[in-house]
């Protein structure tokens, strides 16, 4: 929310990875985060949009009751005024009317002597149509004027795509003898939350975890663990218990062991990805492949993943399987490739960020054989030049996002093949430069208008993308986001 005190009505831009902030509550779960999971798009600006006229013109044109907007979040500070212990103000009440145990006010008596206007404040079909408007972190402070928008606002249809990132430290409340005790989740229930991030746990939360969420046994579909200490036990509980989880992340949690992937994982589990994890090497893609077979993602981050366990993929899990990234895997070579277009032959997104070790043949065995292919990361591999670029023209017809970052070899005479690519929406060419040598001039950029369908252009750190590039872009790309 912006700062009303010093007249600043600019929305915040929401972080790249989504996370919001919720309001302080007095459950103790003030502190925790949602998040809006992976964006759509990078680097997206903030483009405020007003909220529609759905309130009546007579409670519109109230002076003390100004439309809201996203231009001009809505504060209820804005609205009214009065803050409230939470840190938002109350609609048209004075500080004496409101709860103090929770900031909270059981109804607007106090917004006007009108009861057309108090009808129409706690009007469920307004609400209804009005709360669409806003961010999950105005959403959170709206739920605590009253209990007529609570009730409404706790729908489980505006919290859709939401996921709640909860710390181990705010999953506990100190009571006044210094014991812990685990924190009310009702609140996320009602809301219908089907997935959780949960950093920093241990077995012991995830057990407490299991016990106090009324929808951990069958409702939650998502797990997300961030630099936890789980072990091998703790995995196996959790997936014992959590019958529901059908997409599991594992992110710095460093004490399970591929023999706890062996004994846990279940056929269930759609989608998986692990990053951060030092015990994660071949025998673990082998535990995936025998045990995963309706898999459909899999995003892989680990140092010591060599060729040998590209190969482990079954024949079903060549049908079910369409996202493959395998981040940073430095030991992964062409013939690693060799064994990945072979046992995954239907893959539509492949990432091989950082897989330095790759080169032009490796890209040409991508696309002679994954000819399905609608997003490929290339990013951070030195190794790959203009031919490359040349064998992904000819043969990537459906491709439409291509990401180059950090390509350094690339040349003018590989964006001249890549200006042939009519399916292209977005391309990345961030950094593509070597130091003294710029392989990217302006003269080769400027071919790129012949893309007319491009969406996304990010040029950043480029020596080639002058202003005048920028310029003779915007007359000729005019629906194209060009970023710097």
């Given at each position: 929310m912006s700062n009303q005190s010093n007249g600043d009505t600019k929305p915040p831009c929401l972080p790249r990875n989504g996370l919001v902030k919720i309001p302080a509550q007095a459950n103790g779960l003030g502190s925790a985060s949602i998040t809006k999971g992976t964006p759509a798009m990078k680097n997206r600006l903030c483009q405020p949009s007003s909220v529609p006229a759905i309130i009546s013109p007579a409670l519109a044109n109230h002076s003390d009751l100004p439309m809201p907007s996203l231009a001009s979040p809505l504060s209820l500070a804005a609205l009214s005024g009065v803050p409230s212990p939470s840190g938002a103000a109350v609609v048209g009440l004075h500080s004496s009317e409101i709860s103090p145990t929770n900031g909270e006010v059981s109804s607007l008596e106090g917004l006007s002597n009108s009861p057309a206007e108090r009808q129409l404040a706690v009007d469920e079909k307004i609400l209804n149509r009005l709360f669409w408007y806003f961010s999950a972190c105005e959403k959170c402070v709206l739920a605590q004027v009253c209990k007529a928008w609570r009730r409404v606002l706790y729908q489980p249809k505006f919290w859709v795509g939401l996921t709640p990132v909860l710390h181990t430290?705010?999953?506990?409340?100190?009571?006044?003898?210094?014991?812990?005790?685990?924190?009310?989740?009702?609140?996320?229930?009602?809301?219908?939350?089907?997935?959780?991030?949960?950093?920093?746990?241990?077995?012991?939360?995830?057990?407490?975890?299991?016990?106090?969420?009324?929808?951990?046994?069958?409702?939650?579909?998502?797990?997300?663990?961030?630099?936890?200490?789980?072990?091998?036990?703790?995995?196996?509980?959790?997936?014992?218990?959590?019958?529901?989880?059908?997409?599991?992340?594992?992110?710095?949690?460093?004490?399970?062991?591929?023999?706890?992937?062996?004994?846990?994982?279940?056929?269930?589990?759609?989608?998986?990805?692990?990053?951060?994890?030092?015990?994660?090497?071949?025998?673990?893609?082998?535990?995936?492949?025998?045990?995963?077979?309706?898999?459909?993602?899999?995003?892989?981050?680990?140092?010591?993943?060599?060729?040998?366990?590209?190969?482990?993929?079954?024949?079903?899990?060549?049908?079910?399987?369409?996202?493959?990234?395998?981040?940073?895997?430095?030991?992964?070579?062409?013939?690693?490739?060799?064994?990945?277009?072979?046992?995954?032959?239907?893959?539509?997104?492949?990432?091989l960020s950082g897989c330095s070790k790759v080169t032009d043949d490796g890209v040409e065995l991508v696309a002679e054989n994954l000819r399905k292919l609608r997003s490929l990361d290339l990013s951070w591999c030195p190794r790959i030049t203009d031919m490359a670029l040349e064998y992904i023209a000819c043969d990537l017809h459906k491709l439409e996002e291509l990401v180059l970052d950090r390509c350094v070899r690339i040349t003018d005479t590989g964006l001249s093949y890549l200006s042939t690519m009519s399916s292209l929406r977005n391309l990345y060419l961030r950094w593509c430069c070597q130091v003294g040598c710029p392989l990217l001039t302006t003269t080769g950029l400027s071919g790129l208008v012949q893309l007319q369908d491009l969406e996304e252009l990010e040029l950043t750190n480029c020596p080639g993308a002058t202003p005048e590039l920028f310029k003779y872009f915007s007359q000729h790309l005019p629906r194209c986001m060009v970023i710097e």
């Open positions: 430290k705010e999953l506990y409340n100190i009571l006044p003898n210094g014991e812990k005790e685990f924190v009310n989740l009702q609140g996320f229930a009602v809301r219908g939350f089907d997935g959780f991030c949960l950093v920093g746990v241990s077995d012991l939360d995830i057990c407490e975890f299991i016990d106090n969420y009324p929808l951990s046994k069958k409702g939650v579909k998502s797990v997300s663990l961030k630099r936890s200490t789980i072990t091998d036990a703790g995995l196996e509980v959790m997936l014992e218990q959590m019958q529901g989880v059908m997409r599991l992340e594992l992110s710095g949690c460093n004490d399970f062991t591929e023999a706890g992937l062996w004994s846990s994982l279940n056929a269930r589990i759609t989608s998986l990805s692990v990053s951060d994890c030092i015990n994660v090497a071949d025998d673990a893609i082998a535990a995936i492949s025998q045990l995963l077979p309706n898999l459909t993602e899999l995003n892989l981050q680990a140092y010591h993943v060599t060729d040998t366990a590209l190969a482990y993929f079954t024949a079903k899990q060549g049908y079910t399987t369409h996202t493959l990234r395998l981040n940073s895997c430095w030991e992964i070579t062409n013939h690693g490739v060799v064994n990945m277009v072979h046992s995954l032959p239907n893959l539509s997104t492949l990432s």
